[in-house]
């Protein structure tokens, strides 16, 4: 039987490796392609133990540039395509909205005329060798906005992107769903909360607080630090993917979230109080006594929630890890990684 082959963008980032090495697991016979730009969020050595393995190829490249991804196409014909690959960090896009705009829009258009000259005959009609075609765009929860104390995000939401970076993922959901209406071009996307886990970019939130709380600096907290997040622990974001890759139907949108709401301040304050067990100051004080409350992030939404009941009634996915477990797991990671800079 021939080989599936699947194209991975942004596969050397911190949620599109995990999901690379989820794959492999979940189709070892699969042809997998990642390409990356290999920006400043990108690290090899997330996926560096399947670099030069069968069915495993790198392509360094900016899906910016058409050329670049028109050559992917033609050369590894891929069948299906879960694009990560993007400027993901919202401080980024205020200070610098532009590369966002590139990169996040751009480069979604980019692909997306790359599927649909290679996957489609005409419109609506798939050629043969593509009947099974996925263009899979992951998209993130803060195309919603932000919400007051109550209420939930869903597939129903309206959109309401208030950052550059949202704004930017807003207008690549905006093309992908078109491509599906007036192509046939068979999209499907999700919307996640904030993930967290090991090997994600030092800027991250979890990532600073360890890092600033164990090299003796200030640990800054944006605000009053009561925004809240949902959170996901990264490896269930990657089962919820691979559940809508496969069982989703061509035009589907699915919310994704952990129903782990914590307010930026709360998560701090855990994960201090679980380094002064793990790793005790040497003159007994609380890292919690490097708090810094800092000028808060322009526009800075005040609170994300998700109501996964879609993807857990029609697909059957439901979190493997409790937020307690996650952080957990999380914290061992960035002290054995941090623990020396100290
Ligand atoms: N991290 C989260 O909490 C979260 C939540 C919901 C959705 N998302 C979405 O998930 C996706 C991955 O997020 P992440 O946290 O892993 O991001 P990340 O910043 O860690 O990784 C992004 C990857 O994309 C690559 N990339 C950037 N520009 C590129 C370009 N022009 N061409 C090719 N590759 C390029 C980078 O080199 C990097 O490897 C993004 O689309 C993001 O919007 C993230």
């Known amino acids: 039987m021939e080989s599936n082959r699947v194209l991975i963008t942004g596969g050397l980032g911190f949620i599109g490796a995990h999901f690379v090495h989820h794959m492999r697991k979940l189709q070892p016979e699969s042809h997998l392609v990642v390409l990356d730009k290999n920006t400043y969020a990108a690290d090899i050595s997330r996926i560096q133990s399947l670099i030069n393995t069968q069915n495993f190829t790198y392509v360094e490249g900016d899906i910016a540039n058409q050329a670049v991804v028109n050559s992917v196409f033609e050369k590894h014909q891929p069948q299906q395509v879960i694009h990560f690959a993007a400027e993901s960090h919202v401080d980024n896009s205020i200070a610098g909205p532009k ?180 790793h005790p100051k040497v003159d007994g004080a609380s890292y919690a006594e490097q708090i810094r409350f800092v000028e808060d992030r322009l526009g800075h939404d005040f609170r994300y929630a998700i109501d996964a009941t879609k993807i857990k009634k029609e697909l059957g996915w439901e979190p493997q890890h409790s937020f307690d477990a996650g952080l957990k797991k999380t914290i061992q990671h960035y002290l054995l990684k941090y623990k020396n800079l100290s």
């Open 99 to 278: 590369l966002f705009l590139t990169t996040n829009v751009e480069g979604t258009f980019n692909l997306l005329e790359a599927a649909r000259n290679t996957w489609l005959k005409e419109a609506h009609k798939l050629n043969e060798g593509f009947k099974k075609a996925r263009f899979y765009h992951i998209s993130t929860d803060e195309v919603f906005g932000s919400l007051g104390k109550e209420g939930s995000f869903n597939e129903n939401t309206n959109y309401a992107p208030n950052s550059p970076y949202s704004a930017s993922k807003a207008a690549a959901d905006h093309w992908v769903r078109s491509y599906f209406h007036t192509y046939g071009l068979p999209i499907l996307s999700s919307h996640c909360s904030n993930n967290y886990g090991p090997h994600q970019n030092d800027e991250k939130l979890i990532p600073t607080i360890i890092r600033t709380a164990l090299t003796g600096q200030p640990i800054p907290i944006y605000g009053n630090g009561l925004n809240v997040r949902d959170w996901l622990y990264v490896e269930d974001h990657c089962t919820a993917i691979a559940k809508v890759l496969t069982h989703g139907i061509p035009g589907d949108v699915f919310c994704i979230g952990g129903n782990a709401e914590r307010t930026n301040l709360e998560i701090c304050t855990y994960i201090l109080e679980q380094l002064d067990k793990l």
